[in-house]
Each structure stands twice: as C-alpha cells, then as structure tokens.
Nanobody, 119 residues
Framework: QVQLVQSGGGLVQPGGSLRLSCAASGFTLDAYAIGWFRQAPGKEREGVSC???????TYIVSVKGRFTISRDNAKNTVYLQMNDLKPEDTARYYCASRVGICRSPYDYWGQGTQVTVSS
C-alpha cells in the first residue's frame, strides 16, 4: 500500500522549533520530489518547501532561513525542520510526493499534522 505517514507537529511558543517527518511506505522516496504544504483556517493551501529527487530544495520567502527540508533515503523519510516559529506559521501541514521534480500535480499526500505557534 502506497502511503505517506506524517509525524511531528504540535504546540510551540513563538521562537520555538519543531521537526515534521514524512515517511513513505510502499515505494522508495529517492526518485521522488517531496513538497511540504500548509493550510491555515480560512486560507488557501500554500506550498512551503520542496526537495527534488536530486536534492535541489526550494522555500517560500516567508520561511527561508528558518525552515530546512532534508531527506534520509536510508529511512525513506523527508523532514522539515522549522526554527524560529512565528504565529503566522500556524497551520495544518501536509507532505506530498511526485516523481522527480517539484511541480504540481502531486500524486500522494500525507494525512496532515497540526502546527500551532502560540504563547
């Protein structure tokens, strides 16, 4: 069964850190691009970061310098390290995969995990 299983997330104070994980089962991630997306209540989903199959990474401006995407092919997992979190980072975060490059459409989606940044 092909699926992406997410973990991490939670409640953190402003300035804190969290690490999200996206583990693949049923396929190996090394040939795939993984994107991280988020959706806050009342807002459209936005792409946050992506890592391609050749490990080229991209970030939206608002998270550049604070978030880091990485992959561990031995663990078949992609991570999103989030530092210096801000209240505006509060959202439900999703990972998604597609072959090769960071571009829509994505084929498989994780179940989502909530990130709440609040004092």
């Amino acid at each position: 069964q092909v699926q992406l299983v997410q973990s991490g997330g939670g409640l953190v104070q402003p300035g804190g850190s969290l690490r999200l994980s996206c583990a693949a089962s049923g396929f190996t991630l090394d040939a795939y691009a993984i994107g991280w997306f988020r959706q806050a209540p009342g807002k459209e989903r936005e792409g946050v970061s992506c890592i391609s199959s050749n490990n080229s990474s991209t970030y939206i401006v608002s998270v550049k310098g604070r978030f880091t995407i990485s992959r561990d092919n031995a663990k078949n997992t992609v991570y999103l390290q989030m530092n210096d979190l801000k209240p505006e980072d509060t959202a439900r975060y999703y990972c998604a995969s597609r072959v090769g490059i960071c571009r829509s459409p994505y084929d498989y989606w994780g179940q989502g995990t909530q990130v709440t940044v609040s004092s």
